[in-house]
Nanobody
């Protein structure tokens, strides 16, 4: 099967930075796209940033100019670089690895931004 695991979350003050890491591994050697989602308590899960196998990138309007998604040198490694963090960025951030037929999710990593 496929395993997806995130790391790098933590507690930061508003205006600070964090870098999240996602690693996907298993029987599938490549993915059509990988993405970061987030979900805050009481709110719907939302797409934060996505990158395709062709390096097409899109961001949620709320994070444009502050977050950057990129691939690592290792296969199926994904980063989310987060700057100028705001309290409203507080959420569980989850990584999704997408094939044509199936999505694979990590368990998420908590990001908490204090005022």
């Amino acid at each position: 099967q496929v395993r997806v695991e995130e790391s790098g979350g933590g507690l930061v003050q508003a205006g600070g930075s964090l870098r999240l890491l996602c690693m996907a591994s298993g029987t599938i050697l490549s993915f059509d796209a990988m993405a970061w989602y987030r979900q805050a308590p009481g709110k719907q899960r939302e797409l934060v940033a996505q990158i395709t196998q062709f390096d097409d990138i899109n961001y949620a309007d709320s994070v444009k100019g502050r977050f950057s998604i990129s691939r690592g040198s290792a296969t199926n490694t994904l980063f989310l670089e987060m700057h100028s963090l705001k309290p409203e960025d507080t959420a569980v951030y989850s990584c999704k690895a997408q094939t044509q037929f199936q999505s694979y999710w990590g368990q998420g990593t908590q990001v908490t931004v204090s005022s």
